[in-house]
Structure formats: structure tokens, C-alpha cells
């Protein structure tokens, strides 16, 4: 069973930054697309970067280009999202996602796997 555990969030001013990590288990993943998605209040679950798990090929929403790097380790089997630049509408639960395809994939039903979620709190 495949096991995604998300850490790193937290409360953060406006313009500054954040790592967060998630650690994945209970598989090897050499043929899965890894995406981190978020979730605002009273709002879709959305797409935010993804990366092929062997090539490394990375894929990201227009609302975070520029400001937002998605990276994994292949031998601790983890997972990142460095956010810099971080703005108050960044502001939402950051989930980690797994699908057992390794094309691109934006839309949440595409994941296989999800973590629990990590809250991100950017303040103005």
C-alpha cells in the first residue's frame, strides 16, 4: 500500500517562502506521476506542479511559474515543493498525489494515492 506523508507547512509572511516534503513508501515508483495539488476553503482542489518520477520532467499551473519548484529524490523516495515568493492567495491545504501512470496528470481523479495535506498560511 502506498503511503504519501506531507510535512512542511506552516504560517509565513508575504514574499516569503516555504519547503515542503512528502515522503513516500510502500512501493518503488519508477513508473508514477507525482503531483502536489491544494485546496482553499470553499474551493476545488486544484493542480499545482507535477513530476515524472524517472525522468524528472516537470509541469506546473501558470498561477505559480516563476515562483514555485517541484523536485524529488529518487533514492529517499521524497518529494518537494520549494514556494517562494508566497502570496496570501497561496493560502490553502497542500496535498501530495501519486498516480500509477507516468503521463502527465492535472486533474485530482487522475491520482491514485493522496496524502493527508499540509496547511499553508501566507499573511498579508
Known amino acids: 500500500q502506498v503511503q504519501l506523508v506531507e510535512s512542511g507547512g506552516g504560517l509565513v509572511q508575504a514574499g516569503g517562502s516555504l519547503r515542503l516534503s512528502c515522503a513516500a513508501s510502500g512501493r518503488t515508483f519508477s513508473n508514477y506521476f507525482m503531483g502536489w495539488f491544494r485546496q482553499a476553503p470553499e474551493k476545488e482542489r486544484e493542480f499545482v506542479a507535477g513530476?515524472?518520477?524517472?525522468?524528472?520532467?516537470?509541469y506546473y499551473t501558470d498561477l505559480v511559474k516563476g515562483r514555485f519548484v517541484i523536485s524529488r529524490d529518487n533514492v529517499k523516495n521524497t518529494l518537494y515543493l520549494q514556494m517562494n515568493s508566497l502570496k496570501p492567495e497561496d493560502t490553502a491545504v497542500y496535498y501530495c498525489?501519486?498516480?500509477?501512470?507516468?503521463?502527465?496528470?492535472?486533474?485530482?481523479?487522475?491520482?491514485?494515492?493522496w496524502g493527508q495535506g499540509t496547511q499553508v498560511t501566507v499573511s498579508s
Open positions: 498525489a501519486a498516480r500509477r501512470n507516468p503521463a502527465v496528470g492535472v486533474a485530482s481523479y487522475e491520482y491514485d494515492f
Open positions: 513530476i515524472g518520477w524517472i525522468r524528472g520532467t516537470t
